[in-house]
């Protein structure tokens, strides 16, 4: 088909056409003038308080802040471990395990595994397809859950007291820089050595001579992480101090963490809509991966939004925090601390009508998971008491003191209340969602997250296998066939970008 030109003729008509519009006149001589979050700014969205929920995790941990890096995959993983620490150990809220730690590791491994993928598609030239998606970014922050489950798996971890983050660890540019332009190098020196005719051995022996200039890169910036752990704390309540002291990183994840804490025994449960994805398919993404020869390969089982939140729902019911990937940029009100479809009215004053569904979101690069977080609690409006029932503390009558029988009772009463069953996925209005932002808007670093945007821009979470439903944990254990995407496919973009994070 020949264009047509965009003509002064054509702009005239589509000028006058606006201009015979009041309401559209009259938008186009104000909005310019107004920031572009207060002009959109559904009103009815600020109404009630978003940051109130009828339940959250007993454990709280301190709001984290990833600065100006993309690891929130890594600290949205590790904000779950710490909760769990915090409960079995009694830990201050404010214990943080190191992210530098893990982002050293996955620095060196993430370069290693570069390094081999170009290898092994080296035949392929320079200009394929394949080679040029390797080369778009050899070095980012981001990341994916089963990335994460072989670095810890591989190299352990260690609280962040020992190794903190530095300054390239908080703002990690000049870091990817020098390492994208040294590896897109070497890159060349493989595809070239591949074209004389070198062998798989003369291949390993380059890999090996490149890895040390790039292990001389991120440890000049990050620093040498400790070879020793000591782990000493007071706990909550406690006049003694515990420790452990001369423990490897992966001893101190094996003897400390894993107790609590394991990694391997997670998988990701996704939702993907496309419909050439069957609910129930086992799907992987073609050349995504940090640690070569790695057991623990990047894999997804597809499932409905239902399904997620009923996972979620009953995981944070239990007392458990749940890592999560979403597209974050999408209707998010960065000041108050919302996710919600009801934040801008595109509609009503740009004229835009947002209706395409999350299939061809995804399909037509719309959408895709941009950042990593931790659900640590929801509310159902359905549970808060009346005021016509509700009695202030100030009015209630003190209880007498329990004897023994009583308090034995009431224990049981209480664990019988622990173990509260989940409230159905419908009552449920919103998530409460903890950041790696730091301390910042109205929710003090945490979001909240209404329900339907949870069915529109949640993509992945990860749970332990056992709270699977029967039939996703039958596939996880009969290792079903897999789907293998290619290697751009939107399901692997949590590992590439970092401008959302």
Request: proline share 6%; aromatic share 8%; hydrophobic share 40%.
């Amino acid at each position: 088909m020949r264009g047509a030109a965009l003509t002064a003729d054509a702009m005239k008509t589509l000028d006058e056409s606006m201009d015979e519009n009041p309401e559209a006149r009259t938008l186009a001589g104000i909005v310019p003038r107004v920031p572009a979050v207060d002009a959109l700014n559904s009103f009815e969205a600020l109404s009630g308080d978003p940051h109130l929920f009828s339940h959250t995790v007993s454990k709280d941990v301190s709001v984290t802040s990833q600065h100006s890096t993309g690891r929130c995959w890594i600290f949205a993983a590790l904000n779950c471990v710490r909760a769990a620490m915090v409960h079995r150990y009694g830990l201050p809220s404010t214990f943080e395990l190191s992210q530098a730690h893990v982002f050293y590791w996955d620095k060196l491994e993430r370069a290693n595994w570069f390094l081999h993928s170009v290898w092994d598609s080296a035949g392929e030239g320079a200009d394929s397809r394949v080679m040029q998606h390797l080369l778009s970014s050899p070095s980012e922050d981001g990341g994916q859950w089963a990335m994460l489950t072989a670095i810890i798996e591989k190299h352990g971890l260690m609280p962040k007291s020992q190794f903190p983050d530095l300054v390239h660890g908080r703002a990690s540019a000049t870091l990817n820089g020098a390492l994208n332009a040294k590896l897109r190098e070497f890159a060349g020196s493989l595809v070239s050595l591949k074209k004389d005719g070198g062998s798989d051995a003369d291949a390993q022996g380059m890999i090996g001579g490149m890895m040390g200039v790039v292990h001389r890169t991120v440890t000049t910036c990050l620093g040498r992480p400790p070879a020793v752990v000591d782990f000493e704390y007071r706990p909550q309540g406690g006049k003694g101090l515990v420790c452990a002291r001369g423990m490897t990183p992966l001893a101190f994840y094996r003897d400390i963490v894993k107790p609590c804490f394991d990694f391997s025994a997670y998988v990701s449960v996704v939702h993907d809509p496309r419909p050439e994805h069957p609910v129930g398919s086992i799907m992987t993404v073609a050349k995504l991966g940090s640690v070569v020869a790695s057991p623990f390969p990047v894999r997804y089982i597809n499932a409905t939004p239902r399904t997620l939140k009923e996972l979620v729902i009953g995981c944070l019911t239990d007392d458990i925090p749940v890592w999560f990937g979403c597209d974050v940029g999408k209707s998010l009100h960065r000041a108050r601390g919302v996710l919600s479809l009801a934040n801008y009215d595109f509609a009503g004053v740009l004229g835009v009508c947002r209706c395409m569904s999350k299939e061809d979101r995804i399909r037509y690069k719309h959408s895709l998971m941009t950042h990593a977080m931790t659900f640590s609690g929801y509310h159902v409006p359905s549970s808060a008491t009346s005021m016509a029932d509700f009695v202030p503390a100030s009015s209630a009558k003190k209880a007498p003191a329990a004897a023994s029988g009583d308090a034995e009772a009431g224990d049981d009463a209480a664990a019988s209340e622990d173990k509260a069953s989940p409230p159905a996925v419908d009552d449920v209005s919103r998530f409460r969602v903890d950041n790696s932002w730091g301390n910042k808007g109205d929710g003090s670093g945490r979001l909240s997250m209404t329900s339907a945007w949870f069915d529109e821009y949640v993509y992945q979470i990860a749970v332990h296998k056992d709270r699977l439903p029967a039939d996703m944990r039958a596939l996880v254990e009969a290792d079903a066939d897999v789907i293998v995407l290619p290697p751009w496919d939107p399901l692997g973009a949590l590992a590439e970008g970092t401008s959302l994070c």
